[in-house]
């Protein structure tokens, strides 16, 4: 039988239907399905797909096991890697990262190594494959706090427990899970299926969670180090801090920031609302700003509450959208209307306050600026008016200043962003480590874990060396 040249496809909801629904829009492959995508993997002895993971997953490793119909092989291979690839195969941007290096991209489409790791973490949880545990920490176990339970907390603090450390997670959300629960919507990630099922097994590993708990308001880091015996902490607050674009407007009722709108609908459930108290107002008519992974999150939203006519204003062209492929395609399936080459400069409003239009200008592409993208310039006179009666603002996130304002002696760039060393996450404190956004700044899931897991081996000879 000759190699497919083509991915096998991924089954989805159809995109009418999905529009007006929460449910999940990809299905997962059948077992059918993933055994013969697994055998379009060539089982390299270079791997180069492997380079381009952050975590290095043994991929032809893992889809060997799978190749043979053994999930639980895989499954145990992946988790040596990844502890959340139930969250990674949805939510990866594989297409920049491991499977922009698989060799079969050079003559067709990559083997869809996201979709594989998918079904191999999906069908080893239906089928209740045993999970990890670790024996209980020792009654006199150095203690170790993570502030923050995103997917760089939960890797840290995993990683920590299976060493044998009495770990407690601090989260000032009432859900931990930090953007897989407040920020990724749940027909992207389900959440109870998928995030919470790898919160409890964090739990089954002895992390303590506690919920509804500021660090820098509840406790400082100085506290929870001089006064409740915590040796080392890991700071992964994340990149949660809105920002606006500084235009006239911006105050009018139905202008939200991405993160308040996704978090409203996400976290807070408003779209099950009076049921739920947290309402949300989408009018018929929404302009969401910016072109990456929550401007697509916050306009596929928008129309599963209801409007009826989605736009993105982007100032770029197409091809620099910096969201994932798969959600740009889903987007425009879905009807979403790209206003590609547009900028806005001002919103405008009635008398009650409530917004009415978006003023935009049209936008071309002029030389390469610092980021090596084309800069886009404003074309003079062009001016126009989009009807919409929701601004949503997606144009990128800061990290919340209230840690590193609370925290003595903790280095902050001019960003805020706190200055960590790439290898360790070791900080200017002693005995005090970051990791995730709150330090690169917005980036991406599996990037965030890297983290976690590299400041978690740090943590260890950190502490190992203390009590010598
Ligand atoms: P977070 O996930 O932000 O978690 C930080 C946690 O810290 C939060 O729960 C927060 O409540 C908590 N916290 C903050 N301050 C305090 C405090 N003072 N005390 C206690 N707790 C605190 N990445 C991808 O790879 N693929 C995608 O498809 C993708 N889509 C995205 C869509 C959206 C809408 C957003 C917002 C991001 C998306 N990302 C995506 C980016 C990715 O989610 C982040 O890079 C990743 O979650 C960062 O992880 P983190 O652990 O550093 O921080
Ligand atoms: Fe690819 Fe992400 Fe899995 Fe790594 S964790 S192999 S980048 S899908
Ligand atoms: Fe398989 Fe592609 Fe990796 Fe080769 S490069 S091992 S074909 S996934």
């Given at each position: 039988m000759s190699l497919s040249l083509k991915k096998t496809p991924m089954p989805e909801q159809d995109a009418i239907e999905r529009g007006h629904n929460f449910k999940e829009v990809t299905l997962g492959y059948s077992e059918e399905q993933a055994l013969i995508e697994a055998a379009r993997c060539l089982q390299c002895k270079t791997a180069p797909c492997r380079q381009g993971c952050p975590v290095g997953v043994d991929i032809p490793g893992f889809i060997g096991k799978l190749k043979t119909g053994d999930v639980a092989g895989a499954s145990e291979v992946l988790k040596g890697y990844n502890g959340l690839p139930a969250v990674c195969g949805r939510v990866c941007p594989q297409e920049e990262q491991c499977e922009k290096y698989c060799v079969l991209a050079k003559k067709g489409e990559a083997v869809g190594i996201g979709r594989l790791e998918r079904y191999t973490a999906d069908t080893a949880r239906h089928q209740a494959v045993p999970q990890e545990e670790a024996a209980p920490a020792a009654a006199d176990a150095q203690k170790v706090a993570v502030i923050g339970s995103g997917p760089a907390g939960l890797t840290a603090a995993g990683e920590m427990a299976k060493r044998g450390y009495k770990v407690t997670v601090f989260e000032a959300l009432h859900r931990p899970g930090g953007v897989l629960v407040y920020g990724i919507p749940e027909?992207?990630?389900?959440?109870?299926?998928?995030?919470?099922?790898?919160?409890?097994?964090?739990?089954?590993?002895?992390?303590?969670?506690?919920?509804?708990?500021?660090?820098g308001q509840t406790y400082t880091i100085d506290e929870l180090m001089e006064e409740e015996g915590f040796e080392a902490v890991f700071i992964a607050t994340g990149a949660g801090l809105p920002h606006f674009m500084g235009i006239p407007g911006e105050q009018y009722n139905g202008v939200y920031s991405a993160n308040e709108f996704l978090t409203r609908c996400n976290l807070m459930k408003a779209y099950r609302f009076p049921e739920c108290a947290t309402p949300i107002h989408v009018g018929r008519r929404v302009a969401v700003v910016g072109g990456g992974n929550v401007a697509m999150d916050a306009a596929r939203t928008a129309l599963r509450l209801g409007a009826e006519k989605v736009y993105i204003v982007y100032r770029r062209s197409e091809a620099e959208l910096p969201a994932r492929l798969e959600e740009v395609h889903h987007a425009k399936e879905e009807g979403v209307d790209f206003q590609l080459l547009n900028n806005p400069v001002e919103i405008l409003g009635d008398d009650e306050?409530?917004?009415?239009?978006?003023?935009?200008?049209r936008m071309t592409l002029g030389e390469p600026d610092a980021s090596g993208r084309r800069r886009p310039e404003a074309v003079p006179g062009s001016e126009f008016e989009l009807d919409v009666d929701t601004v949503i603002m997606a144009i990128g996130q800061g990290p919340n200043p209230l840690v590193?304002?609370?925290?003595?002696?903790?280095?902050?760039?001019?960003?805020?962003?706190?200055?960590?060393d790439a290898e360790t996450g070791a900080t200017s404190r002693e005995g005090v480590f970051a990791g995730g956004d709150v330090v690169t700044g917005a980036a991406?899931?599996?990037?965030?874990?890297?983290?976690?897991?590299?400041?978690?081996?740090?943590?260890?000879?950190?502490?190992?060396?203390k009590r010598k």
């Open positions: 027909f992207r990630l389900p959440k109870d299926e998928v995030v919470q099922v790898e919160i409890d097994a964090l739990r089954k590993l002895g992390v303590d969670i506690e919920v509804n708990v500021v660090i306050g409530w917004v009415r239009q978006l003023r935009c200008i590193q304002q609370t925290t003595k002696g903790l280095d902050v760039n001019r960003r805020g962003n706190i200055v960590a991406t899931v599996i990037l965030a874990m890297g983290a976690g897991k590299k400041a978690a081996a740090a943590m260890d000879e950190y502490l190992q060396n």
